[in-house]
């Protein structure tokens, strides 16, 4: 199975400030990566697709970079509906497979 | 607007199987771009992803579930179905219906429902 890492499992950080995440992977995904947002109690909404795509209604605040092993998710200016946690994905290969989670927090 | 929703049994006694029904509303579920998957989250912990299916019934599976996993699909009822069977207390969690895109990221979810094993 191809492992996923985040970092940090947690951040805090206030109201416009600049956040990223980052995802390694085990073993090569090319561009085959996902992003998610999770709010408590709420189903994860997906953020990124394909690495570096907006998905569409998603602010364009967030955007997504990186292929091979090594992933970012950037939030260039936090806004309060942004403090949840963020997950990515590999579909590359079966199984997918998800990051342990980022949870974003206000300082 | 396409809407998934899961339906099923919250408590599930241990050994028994697990079975549940994601409701496709907004959009058919036969449609040949898409798979329909599962995916499952502990209380408190990150997101496992158990498998997905198509309209003509091809599946792919997790094989790191320690329960056996069945997926299947009724598309005249627009629906899709999930059986764990022999679970455990580790199976309790969160389980999600989710669509998988051509581009093989899931949207949209459905909202979600707790299932507890437990005697």
């Known amino acids: 199975d191809i492992q996923m890492t985040q970092s940090p499992s947690s951040v805090s950080a206030s109201v416009g400030d600049r956040v990223t995440i980052t995802c390694r992977a085990s073993q090569g995904i090319s561009s085959w990566l996902a992003w998610y947002q999770q709010k408590p109690g709420k189903a994860p909404k997906v953020l990124i697709y394909?690495?570096?795509s907006l998905q569409s209604g998603v602010p364009s605040r967030f955007s997504g970079s990186g292929s091979g092993t090594d992933f970012t998710l950037t939030i260039s200016s936090l806004q309060p509906e942004d403090f949840a946690t963020y997950y990515c994905?590999?579909?590359?290969?079966?199984?997918?497979?998800f990051g342990q989670g980022t949870k974003l927090e206000i300082k | 607007q396409l809407q998934l929703q899961e339906s099923g049994p919250g408590l599930v006694k241990p050994s028994e199987t697990l079975s549940l029904t994601c409701t496709v509303s907004?959009?058919?579920?036969?449609?040949?771009?898409?798979?329909w998957g599962w995916i499952r989250q502990p209380p408190g912990k990150g997101l496992e992803w158990i498998g997905i299916i198509n309209y003509s019934g091809s599946t792919y599976y997790n094989p790191s579930l320690k329960s056996p996993v069945t997926i299947s699909i009724d598309t005249s009822k627009n629906q899709f179905s999930l059986r764990l069977s022999s679970v455990t207390a580790a199976d309790t969690s969160v389980y999600y219906c989710a669509r998988r895109g051509p581009g093989r990221w899931f949207d949209p979810w459905g909202q979600g429902t707790l299932v507890t094993v437990s005697s």
């Open positions: 907004g959009a058919s579920i036969s449609s040949s771009s898409y798979y």
């Open positions: 994905q590999q579909a590359n290969s079966f199984p997918y497979t």
């Open positions: 394909a690495a570096s």
